[in-house]
């Protein structure tokens, strides 16, 4: 996985050759020219060891899986425990034939309506150990570094719409026992759907959970929130739309039923805007770069849809006898379920280079910056409608690609001021704006509705809200008007590793020690500094609240 923060051990040492040697493989195999757009930073070719085996990420059925599991003989503790025994396993076998992240559509009904058919009785026995379960599945996710003997499995989990009593404890205990975790669990991202008629009204009957998530964000910055009543979202049907990874939207789909949850995201390719911002000799000649540029990365998902037919399901056969994706029987089956994303860096650093100006300072630079992603959400679109398959726009979640691009057009391009050592983050205002809240917001939910692969926006605040929970729910409702899909807060999180204490600072205020852990989010998920790529890190020291 490109963006993961990586453990080293002789194990993920062997690993990493293995990955080392199927990349050059890789490359080595597709037309030379498609290899080095992708060696020289045109574009990026991501999860390239599994080009010719796997896919990206998905959703599996969690309650289809769960329902077809043998529960008889088993006490109702053993049953709870069990579950979430079973979604582990599941868990552990997926990552080993994926290459991306794991997302579980409604985690908190599916397991309910698995409690409600196996009549787990509605007591305070039972809720206790639920509890316990939920408490124990937090450690092991956060605690489990064998993903690829090296990291944390990236896992989301989608809940908040669940209206019966077992769906509803697991969403409450869930929050609460993350809100209450030590400060260094850092996964797993956890989405609350937010819609009016279930949750975020007063009088809805999830409202509760939804005060609960808000002060849960306000402590943690989990959960982030999918915004269900958005324009973008408001024609899906509720449980069927969720997010997978950092920000993985699927939904609609040219070959089947709509929705998430029994598919997946195959491959995406990212564009690296400013290069060819700083290749072209005006807009005209700018436009004309990047259709080229998208033609060669349809040519790179082609090829990867071809490549995936000729595995014969030896990669993928217990996804297929698992029966992970829904109505998926074959390979060619999946290969039409899925989606394909081309994706982008950069839009703040190439606008800027076209007109002279930030978009979020200019207007003329800004209309600059829609035409650009509407040409591209445009050509997307037509190629969809033309080949019958699930292309898409995704705004690409940077963490290593930014740092990455931006590395290798500094000597290339020097007239072009690198210093910050990254580009911003797929459509994003730059980190160092300062801009509000709100304006950050109404500039960026233009984007969301063009990048329907996927998008998230970040609001950044200095420190940690805590109970401020009003100013979370009100930038909830402004982004819904503003045509925002999925939402985060980010607020700079520090734990002295001596004594405990959290907040922000440099060395701790009450032992003195400058053994600091770092939590922070770049993409979708948290992560200690530590392990972030360089990229990461500077931008990270380059972030300004959102006044």
Known sequence: MDNAAIRESFASSIYEAGVNFARESVLKS??????????????????????????????????????????????????????????KLLITNLANCQAGGIGFGNFD??????????????????????????????????HSYTRFCRETYYITLNIGLSRHFWGRQVSLILIDEFMEAPKSFTKPNIVFKVSSEINSNPESVNY????????????????????????????????????????????DNVNGNPGTVGRGNIAYVSINLPRIALRSNGKGDFYEKLLETMNYCVDILRIRQEKLKKTSGSYLKYILEQHIWDHVSSVQDMILSGSYSIGFI????????????????????????????????????????REKMNYSLLATPGEMLSGRFSKLDKDRYPHFIQEKGF???????????????????????????????????????????????EALSDAIKFAEKSGISYLGFN????????????????????????????????SGYLENVEYFTEGKKAEVKKRKANT
Not at 48 to 69: I, K, W
Not at 440 to 457: D, P, R, S
Request: proline content about 3%; hydrophobic content about 40%.
């Open 30 to 87: 597709i037309p030379s020219k498609l290899a080095q757009m992708h060696i020289s930073g045109d574009i990026h070719i991501h999860d390239m060891e599994s080009f010719d085996r796997v896919y990206n990420c998905c959703t599996p059925d969690l309650y289809q899986y769960l329902s077809t599991q043998e529960y008889m003989g088993i006490s109702e503790t053993g049953i709870i425990f069990q579950i979430f025994e079973r979604i």
């Open 109 to 142: 009904d599916d397991i309910g309506r698995i409690f409600a058919s196996l009549s787990i009785k509605e007591s305070k026995d039972n809720i206790v150990t639920l509890r316990e379960a939920i408490r124990f599945f937090l450690y092991w996710v956060n």
């Open 208 to 251: 509760d959970l939804y005060i609960k998530s808000l002060s849960c964000t306000a402590k943690r910055m989990i959960p982030t929130y999918l915004l269900m009543d958005s324009p973008v979202n408001n024609h899906c049907e509720k449980t069927n739309l969720n997010i997978m990874g950092c920000r993985t939207r699927i939904y």
């Open 346 to 385: 950069g839009l703040s650093e190439a606008v800027e280079v076209l007109t002279g100006a930030k978009f979020y300072i200019e207007n003329n630079s800004y209309e600059t910056a829609k035409d650009i992603v509407a040409f591209m959400n445009e050509f997307v679109m037509s190629l969809r409608n």
């Open 423 to 469: 580009y911003t983050n797929s459509f994003h205002v730059e980190v160092d704006s300062k801009i509000s809240i709100f304006k950050k917001i109404e500039l960026e939910g233009y984007f969301h509705l063009l990048c329907n692969g996927g998008a998230i926006t970040y609001i950044e605040f200095p420190s940690a809200i805590l109970q401020n929970v």
């Open 491 to 522: 607020f700079p999180l520090d734990i002295c590793n001596q004594c405990g204490q959290d907040g922000t600072f440099d060395t701790c205020p009450v032992c003195g020690s400058d053994n600091i852990l770092r939590v922070r989010r770049v």
